[in-house]
């Protein structure tokens, strides 16, 4: 059988590019409002700290488990697209003949930022907790509050304050960067161009998103810790399941 030719190769090579693009471009952007209603969700306990402290950032974080804990939806409302949107961005860029933009636009860094620390995020505060072998003992969801948070604020002020905020403001600004290219492929046609500037929208998002959360993170680290020095032990044993914490 002869060898493929370097034009049969390269006509095999824009097909794919002309099936693949739009489709990773529809799941890209299709997944990227889930992933918004989880962050709105998971971000309005910190920022009720900054009314009720630890107790009501808990409290709101129990209710919004009801929405991205249950069995449905942290598969397939949470997890799903904090898997896909990544994925089918990355695939995108390399099947991609000349990618859309570079990859050191705004939108490329906090995009493969955020999926690395979402990665270490779910291992600290979902993983590690439920190790069943000592000294962990699985510690369960009623005791997988923020006074986890709390801990590791304390334990490690300026590693987990900057952590929490730096994480939370990659993926503001990524939203804002995401939010102008959904706005102008799907919705500009008929509704116009979208509101404000690109700077004003990620001011705002830095205003009304960012600088609460901080500011929330603030009160609960200042709070005294309200746990048994046995669920403190077990505290810090999760958190040092990763190397971030092993100094």
Same mark, same amino acid.
């Given at each position: ?12 090579? %824009? =097909? !794919?590019?002309? #099936? ?7 799941? *890209?952007?299709?997944? /990227? ?67 859309? %933009? =570079? !990859?050191?636009? #705004? ?7 955020? *999926?690395?620390?979402? /990665? ?20 369960g969801p009623s005791e997988l509050d923020y006074e986890y948070v709390k801990f590791g604020l304390q334990e490690w002020p300026w590693r987990n304050w900057l952590g929490y905020v730096g994480f939370t403001a990659a993926v503001a600004w990524h939203a804002v960067e995401g939010m102008s290219i959904i706005w102008n492929t799907w919705l500009r046609p008929q509704l116009g161009s979208m509101p404000g500037t690109k700077r004003s929208r990620t001011a705002a998002a830095f205003v009304g998103g960012v600088l609460p ?35």
């Open positions: 059988m002869a060898d493929a030719t370097p034009h049969q190769d390269q006509s095999f090579l %824009r =097909r !794919l590019t002309v #099936i693949t693009q739009p489709a990773l471009t529809r799941i *890209a952007h299709g997944s /990227a409002p889930f992933i918004t209603t989880f962050v709105l969700i998971h971000l309005t306990a910190p920022i009720m700290a900054n009314i009720g402290g630890t107790s009501l950032a808990s409290q709101v974080m129990l209710l919004g488990r009801e929405y991205y804990q249950t069995s449905f939806g942290e598969k397939y409302l949470v997890l799903a697209p904090l898997v896909i949107h990544p994925l089918s961005a990355l695939l995108k860029r390399v099947l991609a003949p000349k990618p859309a %933009r =570079r !990859l050191s636009s #705004i939108l490329s860094i906090t995009g493969y930022t955020s *999926a690395i620390v979402v /990665a270490l995020h779910f291992f600290i505060h979902r993983v590690a907790p439920t190790d069943p072998s000592p000294p962990i003992y699985s510690v959360v901080a500011t929330g993170l603030f009160f609960i680290w200042r709070e005294p810790l309200m746990v048994f020095a046995s669920h403190a032990d077990r505290f810090k044993a999760a958190f040092t399941k990763s190397p971030i914490y092993w100094y």
